[in-house]
């Protein structure tokens, strides 16, 4: 017995060293499962921020050409409001399921500065549909529309813990 009880501190340090090992591993590796399924959540989010945002330029880019016929913008390739209606509904057809993935995945943040950006992009399509030709409310509309989609890149890269980018600003002809 007293064999036993000489050995019995070896074979505790074995069992404790044992049960530390163990527990140091499932520590471990819950740590690595939480780091991996956030980049996984970060990878889907910033894929559905990218959607939505493509699907809003594809409105904006019809809008450009329709402000061009109108007189309010300079795009080289203007189109009528006529022209311009089926891209329209094609494009907020498009927008709609991503927009509804944004609200699911997004940061309140960027949904917020999400609305702003479409908010503007509608006044542009409100002004577009009574064909005013109006150059000066116009630019305003289109600065509105680049402020809004700063702000939404910016919320982006905050939520996503990016760097700063560019602003993907380029001068207008009348601004050169």
Do not use: C
């Amino acid at each position: 017995m007293s064999a036993f009880l000489q050995q019995l501190p070896a074979l505790l340090g074995v069992v404790i060293g044992a049960l530390g090992s163990y527990l140091a591993v499932v520590r471990g590796d819950h740590a690595r499962f939480r780091r991996e399924q956030a980049a996984r959540w970060d990878e889907r989010r910033l894929t559905v921020y990218a959607e939505w945002a493509q699907a809003l330029k594809k409105t904006v880019s019809v809008d450009y050409r329709v402000a061009a016929h109108l007189g309010n913008d300079p795009h080289p390739h203007p189109l009528s409001p006529r022209d311009a209606e089926p891209l329209l509904a094609e494009a907020q057809l498009a927008r709609d399921p991503y927009g509804e993935k944004l609200i699911m995945l997004g940061s309140p943040a960027v949904v917020e500065k999400a609305q702003e950006w479409v908010v503007t992009v509608m006044a542009m399509e409100r002004f577009l549909r009574e064909e005013r030709q109006d150059p000066g409310t116009w630019r305003t509309l289109l600065d509105r529309q680049r402020d809004g989609r700063d702000g939404y890149y910016a919320a982006v890269r905050e939520d996503l813990a990016l760097p700063p980018g560019h602003s993907g600003r380029l001068p207008l002809p009348e601004e050169a």
